[in-house]
């Protein structure tokens, strides 16, 4: 792709990045990064695909193209964002639709991940493909397709009445499937929390949120980073994460894979 369109391939952790003031009131990055927020420079001007997968996620219930945003749009300290997720991702839009003049996603649901997302899902084949120019629609679409009821999800609610985009599934015009149709899929998807995430939550706005200056804000944190590695990399893939792929090989999707 990059090569048909004469483009470069610019990793994030080597472009530039600038400060940037919103134009609009932000609900939750003002008051994270008091500092001021900084965004990639070569973003501003341009317009964004997103190219996010149809999942669960433990700290949004699921995530999908306004999620996808997160790991391009803040620095390395994103991890302070969990605590206001959901007005986060909402904040990040809003920048999106100062910064680029046009934003489009293509949501990858031919395999799909339910359970502890988004690192240690189950995945499903469910062979669906989602596209829309409105990034709070096709993340409802995709809730909604999953089993949950889109506006009761914060990030999509809150996005949905500051007009950022039509969370209401039933205010939407759908091709490819009708509404009926929509109505009656449920992939009866269930969000669950890792242990990372688990503790994450407890120590950041849980009962144990007293101890989060000192362990988010300090060195120690670089022991939280430690354990996520241990817990992801050593102790769930080799006894959960390997037979779960092992069985998604014997797939369609993983014998085209295979191919490659």
Not at 204 to 230: D, W, Y
Request: proline share 5%; charged share 20%.
């Amino acid at each position: 792709m990059l090569d048909k369109y004469g483009l470069d391939f610019e990793p994030l952790t080597e472009t530039e990045w600038v400060n940037y003031k919103p134009k609009h009131e932000m609900l939750a990055l003002d008051r994270i990064f008091p500092e001021g927020h900084k965004i990639p420079k070569m973003f501003i001007g341009k317009n964004v695909v997103h190219l996010p997968t149809v999942k669960t996620h433990g700290h949004t219930m699921m995530t999908g193209a306004m999620k996808n945003a997160f790991g391009g749009l803040i620095t390395e300290k994103r991890h302070h964002c969990h605590k206001a997720i959901h007005e986060v991702l909402v904040d990040l839009l809003q920048i999106q639709k100062e910064i680029h003049p046009g934003i489009f996603a293509v949501m990858d649901g031919t395999v799909a991940g339910d359970g502890a997302g988004p690192r240690t899902m189950m995945p499903v084949v469910k062979n669906v493909l989602l596209a829309s120019s409105d990034q709070v629609a096709i993340d409802a679409v995709a809730a909604k397709m999953m089993g949950y009821d889109p506006m009761s999800i914060p990030f999509i609610k809150i996005a949905h009445d500051r007009g950022l985009g039509c969370g209401d599934v039933d205010q939407l015009d759908i091709k490819g499937i009708s509404k009926a149709e929509l109505n009656k899929t449920n992939w009866h998807f269930a969000t669950k929390k890792s242990p990372v995430i688990f503790w994450d939550q407890m120590f950041r706005k849980g009962a144990l949120r007293f101890v989060e200056p000192l362990l988010f804000h300090t060195g120690l944190f670089k022991l939280c980073v430690l354990g996520s590695a241990s817990y992801h990399d050593w102790i769930w893939y080799p006894t959960i994460g390997r037979a779960r792929i092992n069985k998604f090989l014997q797939t369609e999707w993983g014998k085209l894979w295979q191919k490659y």
